[in-house]
């Protein structure tokens, strides 16, 4: 019987935000490493006392990151160049079925690395103290395996499909345990060779702070209100509401009032490449929000340019004079503090219009996601995937906003999407990582989610 935990080490890395945001919602079970005082989540290529050389290998890595994500945006030439860059973390065709466990060129570059000592440093320390390790990107897991970590070593996928890059160099040997976000990720680790015994579908860890518990208190509060500004014509309601009932209960279904205007969320990614987009979508939505009809939440994230980039427009549009708090900018140089910001928006955001990064999985709170265009193999897999569960639609050219956006809202169909994004989602991520990782269950997401 494995012996039972209240905390573990959650570590990540300060690359973008999806590797950050997976783990957010574990910071109650962080861990302080010994001698680390008021350290919860640990980023691997920035905590105290990190050795020069690994710092300079984990900041390579970064610029690399930033570097691709703002290729393709580079005239002529940005296409092709980001297209042979995104070649060598590209995702395989899943079909036909066949062994993919032969390693690529990017996890034996890793490997070459670790025989250098990366990471050495950072599992030493964790080893003072061994506690369970919860990791939401690769590498880190590597070096707790090679470098003789001394407790179990968990790590969360962070997309709907993952390259060959997230599994060591011998698959069939490792003591790495997989928290898988889906059960496609499971069927892919499987075809990396990962034994089935050392995979958990555990779902995305979303924020327990716009869930409410096990019972769904807020999500479904959240959901009841966001209907009320997602079906203005009840459309879809006087079809649906028996199944409304069902999920959600009578006491939300029935909502008349979300208590707030239509409210949108415009999320970039951590390069910042799709800033100018929020710009578009403000200028298209200038009038409405004027009258008061929407709310537009501009999210910077912890990019200082991003923000001061939108502080300025907004300014030039003089929205912040004409109606306070109509439009925001979500920004906050931590990104811990971040995301606390970005959950507490998304209870009263009706749509998150977003690239189909991690934030893909947001869709299982019950947010309709309108996707922007995608960067990298990993999200044209997430935007399939949300195409598949009905929670998704691709954009349509952002300078027209104001009028494709209202007619899909009188025509039920982002309320639709709401609903089917609530049902067919993993929304229990985070305490399913918690049962495996802290308890030794075998805790997984429901058979009701399908994909």
């Not at 889906?182 to 069927?187: A, F, G, I, L, T």
């Not at 518990?213 to 649906?240: A, Q, T, V």
Request: some cysteine; proline content about 5%.
């Amino acid at each position: 019987m494995k012996k039972i935990h209240k905390k573990a080490y959650v570590v990540t890395v300060d690359m973008g935000y999806g590797h950050q945001r997976a783990v957010y919602p574990l910071k109650d079970i962080a861990a302080s490493p010994v001698g680390w005082s008021g350290q919860s989540i640990i980023s691997a290529n920035t905590y105290p006392g990190i050795p020069k050389k690994d710092q300079r290998m984990w900041e390579g890595s970064r610029r690399l990151y930033e570097m691709i994500s703002r290729m393709k945006k580079i005239p002529l030439i940005g296409e092709k160049i980001f297209g042979i860059l995104d070649h060598f973390q590209r995702i395989e065709p899943f079909y036909p079925r066949r062994d993919l466990s032969d390693p690529i060129i990017q996890v034996r570059s890793i490997y070459r690395l670790i025989k250098k000592g990366w990471g050495k440093h950072l599992i030493d320390n964790l080893n003072k103290k061994p506690l369970p390790l919860i990791t939401s990107f690769f590498a880190i897991a590597f070096f707790a395996e090679e470098h003789g970590y001394k407790e179990e070593i968990y790590c969360i996928c962070t997309d709907t499909d993952i390259s060959r890059s997230w599994v060591p160099m011998n698959p069939e040997k490792t003591r790495i345990n997989y928290l898988a976000p889906n059960k496609r990720v499971r069927e892919r680790l499987i075809e990396y060779g990962i034994a089935p015994e050392k995979i958990y579908v555990t779902g995305f860890p979303l924020p327990k702070e716009n869930i409410g518990g096990k019972n769904f208190s807020i999500l479904k509060e959240s959901l009841g209100r966001r209907i009320c500004n997602l079906d203005p014509n009840h459309k879809y309601r006087k079809k649906y509401m028996k199944t409304l009932e069902e999920r959600i209960g009578k006491k939300y279904s029935h909502m008349d009032n979300a208590g707030h205007p239509i409210t949108i969320s415009f999320a970039v990614g951590g390069a910042g490449a799709q800033r100018a987009m929020g710009l578009t979508i403000l200028d298209s939505l200038h009038q409405e929000i004027d009258d008061g009809k929407v709310k537009l939440n501009l999210v910077a994230g912890s990019r200082n340019d991003v923000y001061r980039y939108y502080e300025s427009e907004v300014k030039r549009l003089h929205l912040e004079k004409l109606h306070d708090g109509m439009v925001k900018i979500i920004y906050d140089p931590d990104k811990m503090e971040y995301f606390r910001k970005f959950n507490e928006a998304l209870l009263t955001t009706d749509i998150l219009w977003t690239k189909p990064s991690e934030l893909s999985f947001y869709a299982g709170l019950g947010i309709p996601i309108i996707m922007a265009p995608t960067i990298g193999s990993q999200e044209e897999f997430n935007k399939a995937w949300l195409h598949s569960i009905g929670a998704g639609v691709e954009q349509e050219d952002p300078r027209y906003t104001n009028e494709w956006l209202f007619d899909w809202l009188k025509s039920g169909w982002f309320a639709e999407a709401a609903v089917q994004g609530f049902m067919d989602a993993p929304r229990n991520g985070a305490y399913h990582v918690e049962e495996v990782a802290l308890h030794g269950k075998r805790s997984e997401i429901e058979d009701m989610h399908l994909l």
